[in-house]
């Protein structure tokens, strides 16, 4: 097609008599229409569906066994048949297998939120409240390990627990790290005029699993209007997501098993907002560093094997990235209204009654 945005243009007038526009194809690279408008479709800024099937998607789907249907006989379905069919597909592909089969457009490269980008939405008064133990900390008695951690979150955390406004919603994204990485808390206030305002970070460095459970439950117990919130659930991050789901419910939140398919989801929604001015950020070298790390590999947001170390000589792991991501997915959900019905009082409109021996009226 010559011109596909003016194609699109004149096709979608079509809708104001009900109809509907499908744009159906793989890609041909990153920098044209069709690209451009799948991410302004994962970034909310068009409000159109979007479906993706892959190749590996359509196998799974019956697709080899189709055609083996539709053959003649020629080809008889088997697991063995199947996995040298999609071996010989990719090979026969070649360099185009990405694009034509995995619905990846070919260069797709550079940094997911460049690092101007990210300082220009980065705040000085945001603070980030990091907690680091030593190892031997995981080995004191729990009721020591229970009140200090409880002293540090009513000294460290409470006061800018505090400040948060009570009109408006909040939104957490959770970033499990025990050993090796952080765990990062990111709350997200949600403004009048749908800002998304970081108000603190919490960084927690070889904080045992319980503990990393306290400081979590003593911040989203004191969160207003809590909204969502969203916990990376992948390995031992299982855990934290469980016991927040077990007090909190389903309902208000998500174990989300980071893969390709949620990165690509979420991560262009949670570009665009920094790229519309929607969101502020602490303005720390970590944390900056960590937004402005991850690339696009292949058209897919990758987050890169190197852990850096950061100011305080600690390894990082793009941990506030994928924080601020599951924030903002969290910020973004669709808010459980808890609704009351009082019951019929002796003065309620519209009860049944029935006349009670000695006069007065019973309502239900």
């Given at each position: 097609m010559d011109d596909l945005k003016e194609v699109?243009?004149?096709?979608i007038a079509l809708t104001m008599w009900g109809g509907s526009v499908l744009v159906i194809s793989t890609h041909n690279g990153a920098a044209n229409v069709f690209a451009e408008t799948i991410a302004n479709i994962r970034a909310?800024?068009?409000?159109?569906?979007?479906v993706r099937f892959d190749l590996d998607q359509a196998l799974r789907a019956g697709l080899y066994e189709r055609i083996c249907l539709v053959s003649n006989g020629r080809q008889v379905w088997s697991p063995e048949g199947e996995a040298d069919w999609r071996e010989n597909l990719i090979r026969t592909y070649?360099?185009?297998a990405d694009e034509e089969l995995y619905c990846v457009p070919a260069q797709g490269g550079g940094v997911v939120l460049p690092r101007v980008l990210v300082e220009a939405r980065a705040?000085?008064?945001?603070?980030?409240?990091?907690?680091?133990?030593?190892?031997?900390?995981?080995?004191?008695?729990?009721?020591?390990?229970?009140?200090?951690?409880?002293?540090?979150?009513?000294?460290?955390?409470?006061?800018v627990l505090a400040e948060l406004d009570p009109r408006e919603s909040h939104a957490l994204g959770v970033d499990f790290g025990r050993l090796a990485d952080l765990s990062v808390m990111w709350p997200?206030?949600?403004?009048?005029?749908?800002?998304?305002?970081?108000?603190?970070?919490v960084e927690l460095h070889n904080v045992p699993f319980e503990q990393q459970r306290q400081v979590l439950f003593f911040l989203a117990d004191r969160l207003p209007r809590?909204?969502?919130?969203?916990?990376?659930?992948?390995?031992?991050?299982?855990?934290?997501?469980?016991v927040a789901t077990q007090r909190y419910g389903e309902a208000w939140v998500e174990e989300v098993k980071l893969s390709v398919a949620w990165?690509?989801?979420?991560?262009?929604?949670?570009k665009a907002a920094f790229e519309?001015?929607?969101?502020?950020?602490?303005?720390?070298?970590?944390?900056?560093?960590?937004?402005?790390?991850?690339?696009?590999?292949?058209?897919?947001?990758?987050?890169?094997?190197?852990r850096q170390a950061g100011e305080s000589g600690l390894k990082r792991h793009c941990d506030s990235f994928v924080a601020g991501v599951l924030a903002y997915a969290a910020s973004r959900a669709d808010p459980v209204v808890i609704a009351y019905t009082p019951a019929y009082g002796p003065e309620a409109e519209g009860g049944l009654g029935f006349e009670a021996p000695g006069g007065g009226r019973t309502l239900w």
């Open positions: 699109l243009k004149a096709a909310g800024r068009l409000p159109y569906g979007l070649g360099d185009g705040r000085a008064d945001i603070p980030v409240l990091r907690l680091s133990m030593p190892a031997a900390f995981k080995l004191r008695p729990a009721p020591e390990r229970e009140a200090e951690i409880l002293a540090w979150c009513e000294r460290e955390l409470a006061p997200l206030a949600v403004t009048k005029n749908l800002l998304r305002r970081t108000p603190f970070l809590r909204t969502g919130i969203k916990l990376d659930a992948t390995g031992n991050g299982a855990y934290l997501a469980e990165y690509l989801a979420e991560v262009a929604p949670f519309d001015g929607a969101i502020t950020v602490p303005a720390d070298a970590d944390v900056v560093r960590d937004l402005s790390t991850p690339v696009y590999k292949a058209g897919i947001p990758t987050i890169p094997p190197v």
